[in-house]
C-alpha cells in the first residue's frame, strides 16, 4: 500500500516507517504539523533538522504549519492532497492514542477522508518496543523532558540499554515515554542512508520542559 507517513522526528514515527517498509508498503511522503515555519508541533524540532532527515531518508518531507484552532482542518487537508496524489493509507507510530485527541479521532478522520491508517506499533509492549529499536540500529537523542519526571541531565542522552535501565529504576516513567515524559530526533538507522552527527547543543527550560536545541550538526555518508 501506498503511505504517507505522519512524522515527528522522533522514535516511535521513525520505528513504524522501519516497520511498514518491512511489511511491503512504500512511502509516499513524510508529513508533519509545524507550530510556526521553524519548528515541529510536540516535538519542537526545527525545520532544518527535519529537512536533515528527509535528506537522509531520502523520503520527501510536507510540513503543514498550523495553530491549536486549524490543526484538525490543516491535517484534513494534507491527507486529501495526499490521497490526490496517489496515497491509500496513513502510517503513524501511534501505540495508544494521542493524549492531545479524543479516541478514535485518527480514525474518524482517515473514514472522512478515505484513508486506511495503518498502525505498525499499535498497542505494543512498549518494552519490546524500546527493546526492538535498540537492537534494530537506530540512533535516538533526547531532545525534551517533562522536569517533574526525569532531570535535564536526561537531554542529550543516546536511547541504549543504559538509558532504559535508568528509567526502570525511576519506577514511573514508560519506556517509550508513552505519557510524554520524553521526546527524540533520530540521527541514525538502518533505513538512514545518511547519517546525522550533532556536534554542538544547548539546553533550555520552557514552562515545565528541559529542552535541548541542536545548535550544529553535519550530514555524513555512510558505508554501501
Known sequence: MKLIASWSGGKDSCFALHKAQQQ???????????????????????????????????????????????????????????????????????????????AGWLDQITKEIGLSPVRPLWHRDTNQVYDEFVNDGFKATVVRVKTSLLTMDYLGRTLDKQFYNDLKKLGNVDPCGENGEYHTFVTDGPIFKKKIDIQQSKTSTINSWGRLEIVKFTLKSKPK
Open 24 to 102: 511491503g508498503h512504500t512511502i509516499q511522503n513524510l508529513l508533519i504539523m509545524m507550530s510556526d515555519k521553524g519548528k515541529s508541533n510536540f516535538h519542537m524540532i526545527p525545520t532544518k533538522l527535519l529537512d536533515a532527515q528527509s535528506e537522509a531518508l531520502e523520503i520527501p518531507i510536507t510540513k503543514i504549519t498550523s495553530t491549536p484552532e486549524t490543526y484538525e482542518q490543516q491535517f484534513k487537508k494534507a491527507l486529501q492532497q495526499a490521497k490526490t496524489n496517489g496515497a491509500q493509507g496513513i502510517l503513524t507510530g501511534d501505540i495508544y492514542d494521542v493524549a492531545q485527541h479524543q
